[in-house]
């Protein structure tokens, strides 16, 4: 079977990690979030973790919030040139949902309110044109 490179798209505390280890736990995740926070150039060793990962023939989850086009491209254009199959799922969660479940993360899971309304002014819903095989929409 093809590997797939899956990408999340969703506002922080839209639910994409858990949507990850509730549908996805037995593939590759990549998230810059569990990364050091003193890691430097994260994009490039996220490139590196799904370079490694599809060559090896395993399929990759990317849960970051990629909210624009811009920011899914490479990506996109990453996995295609690996022979991956371009999944999307977008998290349709609003900007008051998402601040009530982050409400309830402790620790790093935790982000500033302020951050989830940063997002939310630059986040562009993905359509399948940007190079997506598959994209679905997630409502909870």
Do not use: W
């Not at 736990?25 to 003193?38: C, E, G, R, T």
């Not at 990317?62 to 811009?70: L, S």
């Not at 949902?97 to 940063?118: L, Q, S, T, Y």
């Amino acid at each position: 079977m093809r590997q797939r490179l899956i990408i999340l798209v969703g506002l922080p505390g839209s639910g994409k990690s858990t949507f990850y280890r509730e549908k996805f736990s037995d593939l590759v995740l990549v998230s810059k979030d569990l990364m050091s926070p003193n890691t430097r150039r994260k994009d490039e060793r996220q490139r590196e973790q799904i370079v490694a990962s599809l060559r090896e023939g395993r399929s990759v989850v990317v849960d970051n919030t990629n909210p624009t086009r811009e920011a899914r491209a490479p990506l996109i254009a990453l996995g295609k040139s690996l022979g991956a199959q371009i999944v999307g799922y977008y998290f349709s969660a609003g900007v008051k949902e998402c601040i009530a479940r982050n409400a309830g993360r402790e620790g790093r899971a935790r982000v500033p309110n302020v951050a989830i309304f940063a997002i939310a002014k630059k986040l562009e819903p993905p359509v399948v044109e940007e190079g997506f095989d598959e994209l679905h929409v997630v409502s909870e």
